[in-house]
């Protein structure tokens, strides 16, 4: 059987809308957080999740609904105590891969199982998980038109907030809670690094390129919806495990992107010879 029979196989129906629709939304995240310069977010987050996600398999929980509680345990520790930047979330990594470990070397699920939720679970992905990325980004349409205007005011404009007297707590928290969520359940799915790099990638990418902030958004989700794509075929065609795949395929446009800035740079620094 070909990768495209296996691409229009039912059973791996339900694992590539599921995919691909985290690989639309967690893009669009990862906008918000580099411009916050608060990817590391993404990873720290992540760990968290997967440590839930463990803990919940081991009392009897689907891993997408154990994943977001350690998740948003994080995300709103970190907004209620208002710390920025990404030393929170280096703690959020440790503690995370501290306690994802320890409790697959304490429960019965050992450690084969918390590898798994690092590398990703995407062809195991069902009704339930398609469920969870579908409320995901029906959550992230309704609220990001509301954040981004306010996100972006609090970075270009940091003291508009204190001076008119808003109440900014409200969207930092309403986005760090979305962000936990995007991450548990991208991580309950892709993985614990896939979920990581769908975010950072794209959004590295489009800062790159985009000529202003409504094209970085497009050039997010296509990067990560075209990436996805790619790695989704490329794993089926390979036989080789998707997560890994997926993070190859977007560092490689990541690469080949830079390094075509890099041959146009070049090539305007060359001056035309003078003609006498």
Same mark, same amino acid.
């Given at each position: 059987?070909?990768?495209? %029979?296996?691409?229009?196989?039912?059973?791996?129906?339900?694992?590539?809308?599921?995919?691909?629709?985290?690989?639309?939304?967690?893009?669009?995240?990862?906008?918000?957080?580099?411009? *916050?310069?608060?990817?590391?977010?993404?990873?720290?987050?992540?760990?968290?999740?997967?440590?839930?996600?463990?803990?919940?398999?081991?009392?009897?929980?689907?891993?997408?609904?154990?994943?977001?509680?350690?998740?948003? @345990?994080?995300?709103?520790?970190?907004?209620?105590?208002?710390?920025?930047?990404?030393?929170?979330?280096?703690?959020?990594?440790?503690?995370?891969?501290?306690?994802?470990? &320890?409790?697959?070397?304490?429960?019965?699920?050992?450690?084969?199982?918390?590898?798994?939720?690092? %590398?990703?679970?995407?062809?195991? =992905?069902? =009704?339930?998980?398609?469920?969870?990325?579908? @409320? &995901?980004?029906?959550?992230?349409?309704?609220?990001?038109?509301?954040?981004?205007?306010?996100?972006?005011? @609090?970075?270009?404009?940091?003291?508009?907030?204190?001076?008119?007297?808003?109440?900014?707590? *409200?969207?930092?928290?309403? +986005?760090?809670?979305?962000?936990?969520?995007?991450?548990?359940?991208?991580?309950?799915?892709?993985?614990?690094?896939?979920? +990581? =790099?769908?975010?950072?990638?794209?959004?590295?990418?489009? +800062?790159?390129?985009?000529? !202003?902030?409504?094209?970085?958004?497009?050039?997010?989700?296509?990067?990560?919806? !075209?990436?996805?794509?790619?790695?989704?075929?490329?794993?089926?065609? &390979?036989?080789?495990?998707?997560?890994?795949?997926?993070?190859?395929?977007?560092?490689?446009?990541?690469?080949?992107?830079?390094?075509?800035?890099?041959?146009? !740079?070049?090539?305007?620094?060359?001056?035309? *010879?003078?003609?006498?």
């Amino acid at each position: 059987m070909s990768a495209l %029979d296996l691409f229009l196989d039912p059973l791996f129906r339900l694992p590539l809308i599921t995919g691909m629709t985290i690989a639309l939304v967690l893009p669009l995240i990862g906008a918000l957080l580099l411009l *916050r310069d608060e990817w590391l977010a993404a990873l720290g987050l992540a760990h968290l999740a997967a440590a839930s996600a463990l803990l919940g398999l081991a009392v009897g929980l689907p891993a997408v609904l154990g994943a977001p509680l350690g998740a948003l @345990a994080g995300g709103a520790v970190k907004s209620l105590t208002a710390a920025r930047g990404n030393l929170a979330y280096g703690f959020m990594i440790l503690f995370g891969w501290s306690a994802l470990f &320890l409790i697959a070397a304490n429960t019965s699920l050992g450690a084969t199982l918390g590898h798994a939720l690092v %590398d990703g679970q995407l062809y195991f =992905a069902g =009704a339930l998980e398609l469920t969870a990325a579908l @409320a &995901l980004a029906g959550l992230a349409a309704a609220a990001l038109p509301r954040l981004v205007p306010r996100l972006l005011r @609090a970075r270009f404009f940091p003291h508009d907030e204190t001076a008119n007297r808003l109440p900014a707590h *409200r969207w930092h928290l309403s +986005f760090d809670l979305l962000t936990a969520l995007a991450m548990a359940i991208g991580t309950a799915t892709v993985g614990l690094m896939g979920a +990581f =790099a769908l975010v950072l990638a794209p959004a590295w990418i489009a +800062f790159r390129i985009a000529p !202003g902030w409504a094209w970085t958004l497009v050039i997010c989700s296509l990067i990560g919806g !075209g990436g996805y794509l790619l790695a989704y075929l490329a794993a089926l065609a &390979l036989d080789q495990p998707f997560g890994p795949v997926l993070v190859a395929v977007l560092i490689t446009l990541a690469a080949t992107v830079e390094g075509g800035r890099g041959l146009i !740079g070049r090539r305007r620094l060359v001056r035309p *010879r003078q003609v006498r």
